[in-house]
Every structure is written in C-alpha cells, then in structure tokens.
C-alpha cells in the first residue's frame, strides 16, 4: 500500500495540473455543484459534502495534495517551496495568515484565520460555492455523524453516515513531507483554518483505523488533502 500511495503521489502534479478548471459561475444540478457531485448528510448547518477529494475522480482516490493556501500541487513540500512563508533554523517568517508577530516577517500580523477565496484551492479549481471546510465545520461533522472504518473497492477509510442516513467516504492519505509521503495509513484533511496560537501551522481532520479528531499540530508547509464543500443554493 505504501508504495502505490507514493506512487500515485508523484505523479499527482502532472495530472491535477490538466484536470483542474475554474468554473466561472455556479451551475447546481441535483447533487452537484459545477459538476461535481455532492452529499446531504442532514447536518445541522446544512453544509454539502463532495464525495471526492480535489482532484480526485471517484471517493476512493487520493486526489492532489497541497499546502495550506497553497492552490497547485509539486514535487516538494517542505518551507522553502512554500507560498506564504518559509523557516530558519525553527524561526518561522509568515507573509500571509499571521496572528502572531514573533512568527510574521519582520513582524507581521495581518490577522487573517480563514484562506481567502484565492488562496482556497476548492473555490479555485472547483469554481464558486465550494470551498475548503472550517474547523467548524469538520467539528460539526464529528460530532453529528457517525465515523466507522471500512474498506471501499480496496481502500481504507472512514465512512461518515449523518443523521438523516446518508453517508460519504474518506480515504486514507497520509501526508506528502519533502518529496515523499508520509503515514500513508493515515487520513489527513486540510481544513481552511489556521492556528491562530501557532500561525506555521493549520487545523486538519486526522483519522486511523482506531481514532479521529481535529487537531492543529500540522505545519502549513505539508502536503495534505482536501474534502471540499458547499452550502445549498
């Protein structure tokens, strides 16, 4: 499994590259939004969950893996090649998204906690009304939905099924550190919070065969996945 996962990976950024088109404005169709498909799961909120990845074709596809506010994937993902910042000797020098001066070039704060619309890889390649989920939003699907492990078409995951029975499905990932991936018997989801104590880092969703949870302990400079979503229009 570890080496199909690498690679897969690899070859990600050639592919995604081809597949990826802004659409310019929002066509709905029913359960889709600009063409791809999404799942009611009768949240609270009402938020839409795709059934793929970015950059994925079918649910069990890893799809691309990006930085945070990163919105192409490469071939390496580590600080220097990172869009938005970089690290010396475990000082770390923010240009965007900074809450925190000790951590922001030369000081700088701008304050800014959720990617903007152009810094949403979603939004961008999947056109206007996706976007990346919240904190918030990974939060209310945890605690809404029920999460078990399962196996679908060869691939392990967790299957969410919300309150009103339907479900959608997340692969395993792992991470891509440097030019390899990492833990691919991990499922790890960027969401498009940040960290506001840590800035270097942001929220993701973090799963195994054993246990999930939200956390924030992941340096932005990482490439991870990303699960879109929508509200109803």
């Not at 498909?37 to 839409?48: A, I, N, R, T």
């Not at 919240?134 to 699907?141: A, N, R």
């Not at 339907?166 to 498009?192: A, E, K, M, R």
Request: charged share 20%; aromatic share 14%; hydrophobic share 35%.
């Amino acid at each position: 499994m570890k080496i199909g996962l690498r690679a897969m990976a690899l070859m990600l950024f050639m592919a995604f590259a081809l597949s990826c088109t802004k659409t310019e404005d929002p066509v709905v169709q029913d359960n889709s939004l600009n063409g791809h498909e999404y799942v009611d799961l009768g949240l609270p909120s009402g938020l839409l969950w795709a059934t793929c990845n970015v950059g994925a074709e079918v649910p069990e596809d890893i799809g691309g893996y990006f930085a945070w506010g990163d919105t192409a994937t490469k071939e390496h993902y580590d600080w220097k090649s990172y869009r938005y910042g970089n690290s010396f000797d475990g000082r770390f020098e923010m240009t965007k998204y900074c809450t925190v001066s000790d951590w922001g070039l030369d000081g700088f704060v701008d304050d800014l906690t959720i990617l903007e619309p152009s810094d949403d890889v979603a939004t961008v390649c999947w056109g206007e009304g996706w976007r990346i989920p919240t904190k918030e939003d990974y939060e209310e699907l945890t605690q809404n939905a029920t999460f078990v492990w399962t196996v679908q078409n060869g691939v392990g995951g967790r299957l969410f099924t919300g309150p009103n029975g339907n479900s959608v499905f997340f692969p395993v990932t792992g991470f891509f550190l440097d030019d390899q991936v990492i833990c691919p018997g991990l499922g790890i989801y960027w969401s498009s919070t940040l960290h506001s104590g840590f800035p270097e880092r942001g929220w993701s969703l973090h799963f195994d065969d054993v246990n999930y949870h939200v956390c924030g302990t992941y340096e932005r400079c990482r490439g991870q996945v990303v699960r879109a979503a929508c509200c109803r229009q």
